[in-house]
């Protein structure tokens, strides 16, 4: 059976809740990453930031990046995954919520220890699977 750890990827840097949209476009940029988890105090995951929130959310509206902290956008709370939860039930949640990317937490910790994205389904799991996938998370 193949678990969340074994196909996410691993090492997910986050932004701070105090970081700057600027500081966390570079970091994207830096790491080839269109999201990034947004971690408060004690590296708690408060939320998501992508690469649309900032055009979105700051850069559309007129608003300066580099004035603009992370915090600001972490809405809501996150669904996460823990690292040993089997794939399908991964892709169901991400179905469900219609989310692309995922965090994914260890056991008992509760601490990032990666990220699922879409482009780790393709790669992690049958090929009919993806397609079914992406045709749930495509559809309007």
Do not use: W
Request: glycine letters at 8%.
């Amino acid at each position: 059976m193949t678990r969340a750890g074994d196909i996410m990827h691993a090492g997910a840097e986050c932004v701070g809740e105090h970081d700057t949209l600027a500081d966390a476009a570079r970091i994207m940029r830096e790491r080839d990453v269109g999201a990034l988890p947004i971690c408060g105090d004690k590296q708690k995951l408060l939320g998501i930031l992508t690469d649309r929130d900032i055009v979105l959310k700051c850069v559309a509206e007129g608003r300066d990046p580099s004035q603009v902290e992370a915090g600001e956008l972490a809405q809501g709370r996150p669904m996460v995954v823990e690292d040993d939860e089997d794939t399908e039930q991964v892709l169901r949640v991400m179905e469900q919520y219609r989310v692309r990317r995922l965090p994914v937490i260890n056991h008992p910790d509760h601490e990032l220890v990666g990220m699922i994205s879409e482009a780790d389904i393709a790669r992690g799991l049958p090929q009919a699977r993806v397609a079914e996938f992406v045709s749930v998370i495509c559809a309007r």
